[in-house]
Nanobody
Framework: QVQLVESGGGLVQAGGSLRLSCAAS?????MGWFRQAPGKEREFVAS????????DYANSLKDRFTISRDNAKNIVFLQVNSLKPEDTAVYYC????????????????GGQGTQVTVSS
């Protein structure tokens, strides 16, 4: 069983930045970040392989978002810059046995999410 705990969300003004964290228990997995805005479907944000050597991003976000990891601490980060009101959402991390990119069905575990609210 893997437990994932997200943190780092909050209220930020447009143009600001946040660094989201996902602390994982147990073994090292490939990880992904997804987000869900009110009234919208959950969407893929970014993913990273277990080694950190491979990453994947949603095309519309790759210029502003950066995924990274610290395997010594088993934490995955999502740096989000130049935030826009449309980035307002609950951000979730998820763990997969293999590097899965956008394929949400391949993720075996998920966290409870952290709220990001961007004011205009």
């Amino acid at each position: 069983q893997v437990q994932l705990v997200e943190s780092g969300g909050g209220l930020v003004q447009a143009g600001g930045s946040l660094r989201l964290s996902c602390a994982a228990s147990g073994r090292i997995y490939a990880m992904g970040w997804f987000r869900q805005a009110p009234g919208k479907e959950r969407e893929f944000v970014a993913s990273i392989s277990s080694s950190g050597g491979s990453t994947d991003y949603a095309n519309s976000l790759k210029d502003r978002f950066t995924i990274s990891r610290d395997n010594a601490k088993n934490i995955v980060f999502l740096q989000v810059n130049s935030l826009k009101p449309e980035d307002t959402a609950v951000y979730y991390c998820a763990a997969a046995k293999r590097f899965s990119g956008i394929n949400s069905g391949a993720y075996d575990y998920g966290g409870q999410g952290t709220q990001v609210t961007v004011s205009s």
